[in-house]
């Protein structure tokens, strides 16, 4: 006999035995399952917890362009983040200059933020200003700053906003970016009382950051939520029974519960990459569902019992099943030999996502199919058993 041919038979073996103990100890296997995924919980909330806004974060940190931006972060503190100060009034008033200087004292003492310098500042610079105060009025600060070249960089050319410049060191920490943004909106608040009408708007680098961490997290749960109706709504149109429709989605989402959970222990990150991972998995991984219910159910109406049933679709599908499964984890595996760390954890996290489906279709479906079938048929009258040769 041929090697392959004695795959064959050894697989379709194998599946006969897995389906003779999973009609045996259906309950057995359901609880494995269960006590798995509890174990693996935990892991979600550490991959939740676990973004990466940064674009930067994305690319290899051993290419030049991003070693330089370390060493120059590192010595100087090269993160900059700006504040946008607009207000109806002119910018150079001196309530309006008040106010950014009180916000930049503030701000001083925070942590991570080594500079900021506004628009208040260029007005008391003591070249020009010896009191270093800030003028009583709006004609005096329009003297001082028509005579500093800096001015330029600070008040945009309308006149309708000031710039104040925070430069912090936040080492590109989504952590740390939080932490900073919601100090100076802290700041900001406390300052409430002395606003003189203007608002303010956070940006740069950092901000953006922090605004694609919000981002990611809303789309990470709105993809995901997507995907799993659109697939239950087709899923029910193929089977015609919302019954038959959740089973493979059972499977489909234990499988993405496992992945999430091995991604959290495995310390991988959430970017704005791998966070289709869920979607991808869940559309690929029903496949295997769908397969096993039709062909399941196949074989009941052509009056076969449920050990045959079992039998006949483990036989036929686990060859299919398993050789799709290693094709497909081979596929994303190879985006291992890719540069891009994230594009690296997309296909580890793929390949997790396709191999628990696989296991969850062989070793939990038999078995939810087989307690659903029996429950259906309990109050109705067993299909006549398919006759023997």
């Known amino acids: 006999m041929k090697v392959r041919e004695r795959v064959m038979q ?3 073996d194998i599946a006969k035995k897995i389906v003779s103990l999973q009609m045996k100890f259906p309950f057995v296997f359901i609880m494995v399952f269960a006590v798995i995924t509890v174990l693996l919980i935990p892991g979600i909330f550490l991959l939740i917890g676990n973004v990466e806004p ?7 940190q051993e290419i030049q362009e991003i070693e330089s931006m370390n060493n120059m972060r590192n010595e100087f503190g090269a993160d900059m983040m700006y504040i946008l100060v607009f207000t109806d009034l002119d910018p150079r008033s001196p309530d309006v200059l008040r106010y950014m200087d009180s916000l930049a004292q503030k701000l001083r003492t925070r942590e991570h933020i080594l500079e900021v310098t ?3 500042d260029i007005v008391k610079d003591p070249t020009l200003n010896p009191n270093q105060k800030i003028p009583d009025s709006v004609n005096h600060a329009k003297d001082l700053l028509r005579k500093n070249p800096q001015t330029p960089l600070f008040l945009s050319n309308d006149m309708s906003y000031s710039v104040i410049r925070i430069r912090s060191d936040t080492g590109a920490s989504a952590e740390t970016i939080t932490e900073v943004i919601e100090a100076i909106d802290f700041d900001i608040e406390s300052l409430d009382y002395m606003n003189p009408g203007v608002t303010t708007q956070l940006t740069g ?5 922090k605004a694609t961490f919000d981002v990611i997290m809303s789309d990470f749960a709105m993809i995901t939520l997507v995907s799993m109706i659109l697939i239950s709504i087709v899923v029910f149109i193929t089977f015609g029974s919302l019954g038959k429709g959740m089973l493979p989605m059972i499977v489909v989402m234990t499988a993405l519960l496992w992945t999430m959970g091995l991604a959290g222990y495995l310390n991988f990150t959430i970017t704005v990459v791998t966070m289709v991972a869920a979607a991808m998995i869940m559309g690929l991984g029903i496949d295997f569902g769908i397969h096993v219910i039709h062909s399941y159910f196949s074989q009941r109406k052509k009056g076969a019992s449920s050990r045959e049933s079992l039998n006949d ?5 686990l060859r299919a099943m398993l050789g799709a499964s290693l094709t497909t984890s081979a596929g994303f595996l190879a985006l291992l030999f890719g540069v891009l760390p994230a594009m690296q954890t997309l296909g580890i996290i793929l390949a997790i996502g396709i191999s628990s489906t696989l296991v969850g279709a062989i070793f939990l479906l038999p078995v939810i199919v087989y307690l659903y079938d029996k429950k259906s048929n309990s109050n109705n009258q067993e299909p006549i058993r398919r006759k023997t040769k």
């Open 10 to 12: 050894m697989l379709e």
């Open 118 to 120: 506004t628009l208040a």
């Open 205 to 209: 680098f950092n901000a953006i950051d």
């Open 54 to 60: 940064s674009l930067e974060k994305v690319l290899p």
């Open 313 to 317: 679709t483990m036989s036929e599908l």
